[in-house]
């Protein structure tokens, strides 16, 4: 296979992977809402809505943080993600359990939303970028990468795997795919500066991730449980 080849495949693959994870983390994050709020129809609407506009958001950041940033910025957003996803379900569960005002309760947890959603939307202009004359491809497959998600979430995570450790193990899957790219990646596009940088932040990461995950879980069920309760739902 030709290193053209090659770097196309492994650029399609992670278009692939990061799109499902972006749409599992919002499909996630929107199931999470509607168990600790109730008004199913009402925050799926809202989730569904608010994480295209946050998407659109991060896309119209995308211009001024490439200028900075460069391709650097792509690890940097997928190492963001990975981070926010983990602790969402601790941080949703901590905020249901305050007692403030209901709105003020849902307007933080869309605000984790918003955070994946912006970062999720300046996914795909960086991996356009990078796919040069291969654009429309790019943007085939991250859709087909949304379809994805939302089929494994629906056949898959839902009915076998909780809601707060689905974060956690598509946290996971985002960082071995970032690891996979960022090898692959790093000599021809990455400043030498960032690559010491991006590898202690992805190290960081893993360590944050193996060593916290039954922690944060058993918190975020805790927080979760008292909440259920009280609503009389199912984790």
């Known amino acids: 296979m030709s290193n053209k080849k090659i770097f196309n495949f492994v650029l399609f693959f992670s278009t692939l992977i990061f799109s499902s994870c972006s749409i599992l983390y919002s499909l996630s ?19 569904v809505g ?5 998407l659109g958001l991060g896309a119209l950041m995308f211009e001024r943080l490439n200028k900075k940033f460069g391709m650097d910025m792509l690890l940097i957003t997928e190492t963001a993600l990975i ?5 969402a379900p601790l941080l949703i569960s901590y905020i249901a359990s305050m007692e403030i005002e209901y709105t003020l309760k849902l307007y933080l947890g869309f605000g984790i939303l918003s955070l994946i959603g912006v970062f999720s939307g300046m996914e795909l202009p960086l991996l356009m970028k990078l796919g040069g004359k291969n654009m429309s491809k ?16 629906v056949f898959f995570f839902l009915p076998h795997i909780n809601s707060v450790r ?20 790093k000599k021809a596009y990455l400043r030498k500066k960032a690559n010491i940088v991006l590898t202690v932040s992805m190290i960081a990461t893993g360590i944050i991730l193996f060593s916290f995950s039954n922690k944060v879980i058993k918190i975020s069920e805790r927080y979760f449980l008292e909440k259920r309760l009280q609503l009389k739902v199912y984790l």
């Open 166 to 185: 689905t974060f956690h193990i598509v946290a996971f899957i985002n960082l071995v795919t970032t690891v996979f790219f960022y090898l692959y990646y």
């Open 83 to 87: 981070l926010i996803a983990f602790f």
């Open 50 to 54: 608010s994480y295209m506009m946050f």
């Open 29 to 47: 994050v929107s199931y999470f809402l509607t168990l600790l709020y109730g008004n199913t129809v009402t925050i799926y609407s809202l989730t």
């Open 138 to 153: 790019i943007i085939g497959i991250d859709y087909l990468g949304g379809l994805a998600g939302s089929l494994l979430y």
